[in-house]
């Protein structure tokens, strides 16, 4: 009878390859998810200096106040903060500076036609780490009332308090 094959284990540089290529979140705007509805996400690349990178890595960023801008045919940044990199020498990066969004051409086209409707806009909603390469998730949005607001708020209390009476009720079950 033949031996089951049995799978090698990981060599190091494997997995540090699989650690590389895997999702590292950022930072996330929970701002935008509270104030637009989210009606379709993109995913961009993002042009940044040495030190931005460097910063990003060690997991500094807030996209609180961001938007994006079509001027041209591109696609910008506005408003992200990247803090400066403490070890960064003279030529440190400016925390706030606008920057490039990298995104083909149909898609801007798109984002473009889609933008000039009235009330939408674009909203950066997660920036991260792919395979080494930093990459922002953007979003069409289209802001809300603020009776959709509150809406929102009373389905989320109502949906923590239906799962507090069912933990609730399945502890009284078991006991």
Sequence with gaps: MPKEWKKPKPTEAEKRKAQADAHR???????????????????????????E??????????LVD???????????????????YAQGSWNNHAPTRKRKLLLHKDEIIRLTQKVSAKGYTIVPL???????????????????QEWD???ALREQQD??????AMRAYARRARG
């Design 25 to 51: 979140t950022i930072a996330r705007n929970k701002k935008a998810l509270h104030d637009y509805l989210i009606e379709e996400k993109w995913e961009a690349g993002i042009v940044l200096s040495g030190t």
């Design 53 to 62: 990178v460097k910063a990003l890595r060690m997991g500094r960023a807030s």
């Design 66 to 84: 961001a938007w994006v801008e079509v001027k041209d045919g591109e696609a910008w940044l506005y408003g992200a903060n990247i803090p400066m």
């Design 126 to 144: 997660e920036l991260y780490f792919i395979g080494g390469r930093a990459k922002v998730e953007i979003a069409l949005a289209k802001g809300k």
């Design 149 to 151: 607001k509150r809406q």
């Design 159 to 164: 949906k923590r308090e239906a799962e507090r």
